[in-house]
């Protein structure tokens, strides 16, 4: 069963890489002889997450509007059609870091990423907690 779980994975990944964040697979297996098994997969979609807001904690030195440029800049193809990819979201954020750091923030790094369900869990608010440290 290795194989199938690693199949699953696959799939949900390459979901999650669309923005399906809530997709979920269930897997059928049976053995009709000895050497034959079959496996069928039940996936079911759910919504693509969309990125209602993303906003900063910890900036002094940066607005808030710098920051979003360089967030959008560093974002996919998908992220910037304001679907949620959590790898990419971090991606992003970590790109902001280092625009930051180019900036002579040298100590400048993303502590976590907040994600925040709303309008069910078709939307999320993303707080990006950041560290500038000192200019030098």
């Known amino acids: 069963t290795d194989y199938v779980q690693r199949i699953q994975d696959r799939i949900l990944e390459e979901y999650r890489k669309l923005g399906f964040?809530?997709?979920?697979?269930?897997v059928f297996t049976y053995e009709s002889t000895?050497?034959?098994?079959?496996?069928?997969?039940?996936i079911k979609e759910g919504p693509r997450?969309?990125?209602?807001?993303?906003?900063?904690?910890?900036?002094?030195?940066?607005?808030?509007?710098?920051?979003?440029?360089q967030f959008e800049r560093g974002s996919s193809s998908v992220l910037s059609r304001n679907y949620y990819v959590a790898k990419?979201?971090?991606?992003?954020?970590?790109?902001?870091?280092?625009?930051m750091r180019s900036k002579g923030y040298l100590t400048s790094r993303i502590i976590s990423v907040n994600k925040e369900y709303v309008r069910g869990m078709e939307q999320v608010q993303l707080t990006v907690y950041l560290y500038e440290g000192?200019?030098?």
């Open 134 to 136: 000192e200019q030098t």
């Open 34 to 42: 000895e050497s034959q098994r079959h496996v069928s997969f039940k």
């Open 88 to 99: 990419d979201v971090e991606a992003a954020a970590n790109l902001v870091a280092e625009w």
């Open 49 to 69: 997450v969309q990125v209602k807001r993303v906003k900063f904690d910890g900036n002094v030195a940066f607005s808030e509007e710098d920051l979003l440029e």
């Open 21 to 26: 964040e809530q997709t979920t697979i269930e």
